[in-house]
């Protein structure tokens, strides 16, 4: 398994914005520094709490400021936008970040984004298709692109700087439904599961799981001729995480920040999204419910490795666990719950075969073995 970061990123309005983009360049940094493989940023343009409208003028001062770890746009909301001029922009970002980019699109999660576009949201997902194979055949074709549909039209186009890498990493991103990780499995591309998509929803009809996620990834790779290894590999689940010493004082630390950030969220109208049951209303979704029943990784070292193995057998594996950054405690308190996460959680997934020799030579030191 590997590991990175997802971020809306989400700052308050009463914050100092300004300073918070300083702040999310310093933790691409330290997420490097720390050995994390990858880092997405996120794009809104309404809410007043996820206020960066342009991940890749990110992306691009970030790359200038590390070495190794992957940037990610998480994601580029194509309805809104002509998909020539997406495909330019990421190409020359691939050339700036020396081939580590991951390209991350999506239809675009914000009602007051679809709102203030204009967009009514029945088109998101037809003008995100469309946007997707002209984006697609632009960065992958040696000839020019001519192209009719529905909502974009071009003829003999083609990008002056193409892409550096020779096959553009696409990744995507779905709420409301699987198509979009039916596509990742037919595509051979990245799948982004939102951190708030539960393992199983139960009987509730309106958002899909992480288990219905998996299996439409997995059927649709299936019929592709994908190894079904591939596409688990290529999966990306974000989830809340915090690591402290204990339960108990994880949740102290975090109520106040998660009931702002989960107040938002509500008021977008994106609680339904993480119901169980038919039954269920938004007034259930409580800190306490949300930490085990989406679930969340919250507690110890020890309470974080259980439950992301537990999270792991749920939905049968998967490449890629991203925290989803959050300004819930102070820049201290949430660097420590990082660092403890790489130094206890990270080794427990990505360097088996050396701990399990570390500890048969402690073995041998005691006489044990």
């Not at 691409?28 to 050995?35: F, M, P, Q, Y």
């Not at 309805?79 to 020396?98: G, I």
């Not at 109520?255 to 008021?267: M, N, T």
Request: aromatic share 10%; proline share 6%; charged share 25%.
């Amino acid at each position: 398994m590997k590991f990175g970061f997802f971020t809306m990123p989400e700052h308050p309005p009463i914050e100092n914005w300004t300073l918070s983009y300083d702040r999310d360049i310093a933790a691409i940094v330290e997420a490097e520094r720390l050995g994390f493989d990858e880092f997405w940023i996120g794009e809104h343009h309404t809410g007043g709490f996820e206020n960066v409208p342009v991940p890749e003028f990110m992306i691009a001062k970030a790359s200038a400021l590390t070495h190794r770890i992957r940037l990610g746009t998480g994601v580029i909301n194509l309805p809104y936008q002509d998909p020539f001029m997406v495909a330019e922009r990421m190409a020359f970002l691939d050339h700036l970040t020396h081939g580590r980019l991951d390209y991350g699109f999506g239809g675009g999660g914000l009602p007051t984004d679809k709102a203030l576009f204009g967009l009514e949201p029945a088109e998101a997902a037809p003008r995100t298709n469309e946007a997707l194979e002209i984006i697609w055949q632009l960065l992958t074709s040696d000839d020019p692109v001519s192209y009719e549909g529905q909502y974009w039209k071009y003829e003999n186009r083609q990008l002056q700087v193409g892409p550096y890498q020779d096959v553009p990493p696409f990744a995507i991103a779905g709420l409301t439904g699987v198509h979009n990780y039916a596509r990742c499995g037919e595509r051979g591309w990245k799948p982004l599961s939102v951190h708030f998509a539960p393992i199983d929803n139960g009987t509730y009809p309106h958002a899909p799981d992480l288990r219905a996620m998996g299996q439409a990834m997995l059927e649709a790779g299936a019929r592709s001729g994908i190894d079904p290894a591939v596409t688990r590999d290529n999966w990306r689940i974000v989830r809340e995480v915090y690591v402290t010493d204990d339960r108990d004082q994880a949740l102290r630390d975090i109520r106040e920040g998660v009931k702002r950030s989960y107040d938002y969220l509500f008021g977008l109208g994106l609680g339904g999204l993480m119901l169980i049951g038919e039954e269920m209303t938004d007034a259930d979704l409580t800190l306490d419910w949300m930490v085990d029943n989406i679930p969340w990784i919250i507690g110890s070292p020890e309470d974080c490795t259980r439950q992301l193995k537990e999270l792991e057998e749920e939905v049968g594996g998967f490449g890629t666990l991203l925290i989803n950054c959050r300004d819930w405690v102070t820049t201290d308190k949430w660097n420590r719950s990082l660092e403890l996460f790489a130094r206890y959680v990270v080794p427990q997934f990505t360097r088996r075969e050396r701990l399990d020799r570390r500890q048969r030579m402690a073995n041998v030191a005691l006489g044990l073995a």
